[in-house]
């Protein structure tokens, strides 16, 4: 039984675009699977049945959390897996250096469901919580520290690179005034800050007001970006020719990565454009799995509103 504060949401277990996962990566019984973003298990449990009671499962995460969702997961499927905490471009690394091989990569990536629909992790900004928002409890820096200590200017940046928002400069305006009187301790304090700083008819438009920035602030926090980037390559290390990699996205910024890695690893050549004959001699190293993301259908985002944004990408080792 796992303890109170770990029991399954409504969403744990809705792993998006299920059935396109399934199909790309084409899991096949003996095969050695590595779920990078193991979460509360959701994509895991079905990626194991199809391995049929063979093979292994190795589950990624760096919420310490997960690994009660693993244990319960691995009793209730038999299959042989382990569980290694920690940020997946790191293990990835540690993985393919110490000559482990997988069949099939799969990354889902931003905050699961244990993590947002569990206020006392501090990612949501419909309930009032400590503002934390760290994937690794353990990890120094939070979201605190950051909206407390951060200059101005580096939190204009972050708004504006990380949450798109379009009103940065006056949210971070009102941040600074409101800091200088009262560190922020608590995500409703941020949230009121954030809807008292835009203009009015912004705070009933698209989605939450506070949406953009807490992204924004959570892709920072836990420097998101950069271990993606940092994966990647890992995960073209450790699959065997033939293996595939399958990589979820929940917005652009991720899914440009995904989508300029998988086409210069298609490519191959890095010889200028002007040179008649290819002198470097790299080979493509990836083909795509489509070419173009995979979106899901208006089916799933109906019974599941949090896949809306999510987009697909595919690849094989060549």
Known sequence: MLPSVLQPSATD??????????QLLAIESGETVVDATFGAGGHAALLAADLRGEGRLIAIDRDPTARAYFDRFRKETGIQGRFLRGDFSIVLEQLADNGARADAILFDLGVSSMQI?????????????????RMDPSADYSARELVNEASERELTHIFRQYGEERYAKQITRAIARRRKDQPFERTGELVETIKNAIPAPARFGDGHPAKRVFQALRIAVNDELTALEDALPAAVDLLKPGGRLAVISFHSLEDRIVKRFLRDQEHGCTCPPDFPVCVCGQEPVLRATPRRAIRPSSRETASNPRAASARLRAAVKV
């Not at 629909?117 to 928002?133: I, K, V």
């Open 117 to 133: 629909d569990r206020p006392e992790r501090g990612f949501s900004y419909a309930a009032d919580a400590p503002l934390d928002m």
């Open 13 to 22: 277990h809705v792993p998006v675009l299920a059935d396109e996962v399934r």
